[in-house]
């Protein structure tokens, strides 16, 4: 037998065996998105406790462009990101580089660690909800205790210090996943380019900027990708603190298609709004899985 017709019913026997998880899949992926694109496309109501569906073409996707409030979820949405991943990406090689330093290998760091991003993201949510509290909140009573506020703070009442809550709660809980991702990419950091570097006179400094940043090139775009694509998905945190306010300050577009779907029940125009956000998050995905690919096969792509 040769080697090519070999490969060849080596690949059809993995294509079989792959075959009822694809079709699973499928069902379970293609059909919702098949049918949120009709739906995106059609004008929806609730009439009678029945459901009435009216062909509108792209009559929902022209109107975002003229929708004030999606103008400024996406304004929201691309500042809320940009920070995010700024921010996340940043401590989090911070982070790494201090678990990867002797003194911060010990088990209880990375224990330590993990536990903000292992509480669920509604507790995590409730846990801040109660932190912020205007009442009885445990940042209030620390401030004043300090002498740094004369009197409790509303601190979700104000459009920009609600916005920043989130972002820092955000930050809290994401911070941690994404530390370890860069930990592991050091980690595989060979140890003989920072003895050459520092053999050459480099600094530690230099050594950061000139080996260890060009050799975790693909961990950081890998980390920047997914959580790109992360904060596109926020949601847990805006419903439970602020649903959307104060004026709309923190809707954002994932926010903002739930809110249209199930507040207001214009379903076809939430499906549009979602539908965006779903491109954006495919094109960011189909990003990261040719960041994923083997160097060579994708310098010869």
């Not at 809290?172 to 003895?195: C, D, E, H, N, T």
């Not at 847990?236 to 903002?256: C, K, Q, S, W, Y």
């Not at 214009?266 to 994923?292: E, H, K, Q, R, S």
Request: hydrophobic fraction near 55%.
């Amino acid at each position: 037998m040769s080697s090519t017709s070999f490969e060849r019913r080596r690949r059809r026997a993995g294509l079989l065996f792959v075959a009822p998880a694809a079709i699973v899949l499928l069902a379970i992926l293609a059909y919702p998105i098949v049918e949120s694109f009709i739906l995106s496309t059609q004008s929806v109501r609730l009439v009678a406790g029945g459901v009435t569906k009216e062909w509108n073409s792209f009559a929902n996707y022209i109107r975002l462009a003229g929708d004030e409030t999606f103008r400024r979820a996406v304004v929201n949405t691309m500042i809320f990101s940009f920070g995010e991943v700024a921010l996340v990406v940043s401590i989090g090689l911070a982070v790494a580089l201090l678990l990867n330093h002797p003194l911060g290998r010990w088990g209880f760091f990375r224990i330590m660690l993990v536990v903000p991003w292992a509480i669920a993201p509604v507790a995590n949510a409730v846990l801040w909800k109660w932190i912020l509290n205007s009442n009885y909140g445990i940042l209030n009573g620390l401030l004043k205790s300090l002498g740094l506020i004369e009197y409790y703070q509303v601190w979700l009442a104000r459009p920009w210090s609600a916005f920043g809550f989130l972002l820092l709660i955000d930050v809290w809980k994401s911070v941690p996943f994404i530390a370890l991702l860069l930990l592991a990419g050091l980690q595989r950091v060979p140890q003989s380019l920072y003895k050459a570097a520092y053999m050459d006179g480099a600094g530690r400094w230099q050594a950061f900027r000139h080996v260890t940043l060009p050799t975790m090139r693909s961990a950081l775009a890998i980390a920047v990708v997914l959580q790109t694509i992360w904060s596109l998905r926020v949601f847990e945190i805006i419903f439970v603190l602020t649903r959307g306010g104060p004026a709309d300050a923190t809707v954002l577009m994932n926010f903002l298609a739930y809110r249209v779907t199930f507040n207001f029940l214009d379903i076809g125009y939430g499906a549009a709004i979602a539908n965006i956000i779903f491109a954006l998050t495919f094109l960011l995905a189909i990003t990261y899985v040719w960041l994923m690919q083997p160097r060579k096969r994708r310098i010869s792509s």
